[in-house]
């Protein structure tokens, strides 16, 4: 190549082409997290996530619950009351236990932002006793089995 402006303009197409070879569209590439990006090509470190806890029992629990009086149990979750699940009535078997949001329970949700996982404190409560646990929590559903 004698001439120069040809060599410059070879120059610049190789750089530009350079360039917009490496711009990688940034953006969250968690498919578990709330504001997944899925034409993201590089994550850019702001994945957030939203937690979900559904509580069920089987019917055993139901039965004991019955027995002793109980049709239904206070739940707390880091020490705020959740509501009262009727636990007389229904129970779910292993094979069928319920998604979250589903009719019938109470599915905790909880904003962990940038983690993708937490620790949370359960407690319910059957007249005097109160049962208590920690437990993970993550970005997807998941399920807690009361026992007595």
Same mark, same amino acid.
């Given at each position: ?43 850019? &470190? ?41 636990? &007389? ?23 962990? &932002? ?12 059957? &007249? ?21």
């Amino acid at each position: 190549m004698k001439n120069p402006s040809l060599k410059n303009h070879v120059f610049i197409l190789f750089f530009c082409i350079l360039a917009l070879a490496s711009c990688a569209k940034k953006g969250c590439t968690d498919p578990d997290s709330i504001n997944y990006d899925p034409t993201a090509k590089k994550d850019d &470190g702001n994945c957030a996530y939203v937690g979900k806890l559904i509580f069920w029992w089987q019917k055993p629990f139901a039965d004991s619950c019955m027995k002793h009086g109980y049709s239904y149990t206070d739940l707390y979750v880091n020490s705020f009351s959740q509501g009262k699940l009727a636990v &007389g009535l229904q129970y779910w078997t292993p094979d069928q236990k319920p998604n979250c949001d589903e009719h019938g329970t109470i599915t905790y949700k909880i904003d962990m &932002g940038k983690e993708k996982s937490k620790q949370i404190f359960i407690q319910y409560k059957l &007249g005097a006793t109160t049962f208590s646990n920690y437990y993970p929590i993550t970005a997807k559903c998941k399920q807690y089995k009361l026992t007595w």
